[in-house]
């Protein structure tokens, strides 16, 4: 059996990210072929939290709330203090390996954001990415493949982190980051974890 190795810094970083532990949400549909997390309702808006750089030392807010039955991720950049990101996830419950791709709906203004999840890897929370555009008030759906995911840590690409598998995930959520001070502004109508054989039968 090949083993990869890693950075043992890159995990007790990562691991040290999570500020608040959470229990594991009822608010989530399951089927055969797909598991959809719920966006609405009080109970389902406490499962969110919001990360900002001020783990780091930096300056920047975001918000989360819910808003025309979706949620809605608002905030600020700064980039004093070498702030320049905010981020909001939540815990979902144990998912199937059989589960390949992601599905959101999203409703943006314009500016590009990450999709995020947390992979427990080696007893280790690693973090995976994927960048998605947005339109200006225009509802946009995006399917991506849990294998183009990538590894990271901040910022850092994890080259020899292993494939994203959806067993692995821990957490999903969604980051924005900035280079110059500036507001942002999505929101989320639909989260689904799919399996392949489903998204093709339904793109």
């Not at 072929?33 to 920047?60: C, F, P, Q, Y």
């Amino acid at each position: 059996m090949k083993y990869l190795i890693f950075p043992m810094n890159v995990f007790l970083g990562a691991s040290l990210i999570a500020t608040k532990a959470f229990s594991f949400s009822p608010e989530i549909n399951h089927n055969n072929h797909k598991v959809s997390i719920m966006l609405t309702g009080a109970e389902s808006l406490e499962e969110w939290r919001i990360t900002n750089d001020g783990v780091m030392g930096g300056l920047s807010k975001g918000n989360v709330s819910i808003k025309n039955n979706a949620i809605n991720f608002t905030g600020t950049i700064s980039t004093e203090n070498n702030g320049g990101f905010t981020s909001v996830f939540r815990r979902v419950a144990p998912l199937p390996k059989t589960l390949k791709s992601i599905r959101i709906l999203v409703k943006g203004d314009g500016n590009r954001f990450q999709l995020r999840v947390r992979s427990k890897v080696s007893r280790y929370s690693l973090a995976y990415k994927i960048s998605f555009p947005t339109t200006v008030n225009k509802a946009v759906s995006h399917t991506f493949k849990l294998a183009d995911f990538k590894a990271s840590f901040r910022g850092r690409d994890i080259e020899n982190a292993p494939t994203l598998s959806a067993s692995t995930i821990e957490e999903v959520g969604f980051l924005f980051t900035e280079k110059q001070a500036k507001g942002f502004d999505i929101s989320i109508l639909a989260l689904d974890f799919l399996e392949s054989s489903f998204e093709e039968e339904n793109l």
